[in-house]
């Protein structure tokens, strides 16, 4: 399997007892301290962080144009409701 690119060494200063957490978990997988975080920090990423990410994603969108109106939405469902759209 290809090594996925690698960023240049960021410093991070954590506390004493996350790292002592991250060190337990590296040595009980057999995985490095940095395994650990990368995994953490994916795991942060597709959760609150895809959050955050997603509400950027559509500021972004709506301040190139590309977005609804919630009226006409409504109205658009309000007729399929009523059975007026195949």
Do not use: C
Not at 9 to 22: G, K
Not at 39 to 52: F, H, I, K, Q, S
């Amino acid at each position: 399997m290809p090594k996925p690119d690698l960023s240049d060494p960021i410093t991070l200063r954590v506390p004493v007892e996350v790292l002592a957490d991250i060190e337990a978990i590296a040595e009980a997988t057999e995985r490095s301290r940095s395994w650990v975080i990368v995994r953490a920090l994916r795991t942060y990423l597709m959760n609150e962080g895809g959050d955050v990410l997603a509400a950027l994603k559509g500021r972004e969108q709506i301040a190139e144009g590309e977005h609804e109106d919630i009226d006409d939405v409504i109205a658009d469902v309000d007729r399929i409701i009523a059975g007026k759209v195949a």
